[in-house]
């Protein structure tokens, strides 16, 4: 028991002593390229296990923003075009009104703006470019997006079906 105790105070001491040299390695390209605070970046994209043992850390930082924001383009993507969704999906689209679909289609539009320069930042490596990216997707998701699509997701989850149908009882066969 007291070896587990041990082994996991190592972890934490370990973790610590990583998340607090990348804040020490985050801190220095802040300012330079006036990306926000490290813990709302965090708070947002989860960028606490990136490895700062890199000669590329805005990069690595961008890569995990752009893998989050990937994550949530593929969810839009099956709410706006379910073909391929889990079935489980169906019933809760019908949640959804017109005006919803627009606010999704117009945040599928924003954010898939930002796989093509994913691509080009692969491709074509420039410090000052992937702070700028980081620094545009905090400000996007940060403010507007964020608040819509949690809008959203809370009439998904607890909203009444708009193509409800009232049965009788009557037999269907």
Do not use: H, Q, W
Not at 142 to 148: I, P
């Amino acid at each position: 028991m007291e070896k587990t105790k041990e082994k996991n105070k190592s972890i934490r001491d370990e973790f610590c002593s990583d998340i607090n040299e990348l804040k020490i390695e985050y801190n220095k390209i802040k300012d330079k390229y006036e990306l926000p605070e490290f813990s709302e970046l965090n708070k947002l994209f989860d960028i606490e296990d990136v490895d700062v043992e890199t000669e590329f850390l805005l990069r690595k930082i961008r890569r995990t923003v752009s893998d989050r924001i990937a994550g949530y383009i593929r969810f839009v993507e099956i709410i706006l075009n379910p073909s391929n969704a889990p079935i489980f999906f169906y019933k809760l689209i019908r949640k959804l009104d017109n005006t919803d679909k627009e606010i999704l289609t117009n945040i599928y539009e924003t954010i898939g703006k930002f796989e093509f320069e994913v691509i080009e930042l692969d491709l074509d490596y420039s410090e000052k470019n992937e702070g700028d990216f980081i620094k545009r997707a905090y400000n996007i998701f940060n403010d507007d997006l964020r608040t819509k699509l949690l809008k959203i997701l809370k009439k998904l989850e607890t909203g009444e079906d708009n193509n409800k149908k009232e049965t009788n009882g009557s037999y269907f066969g």
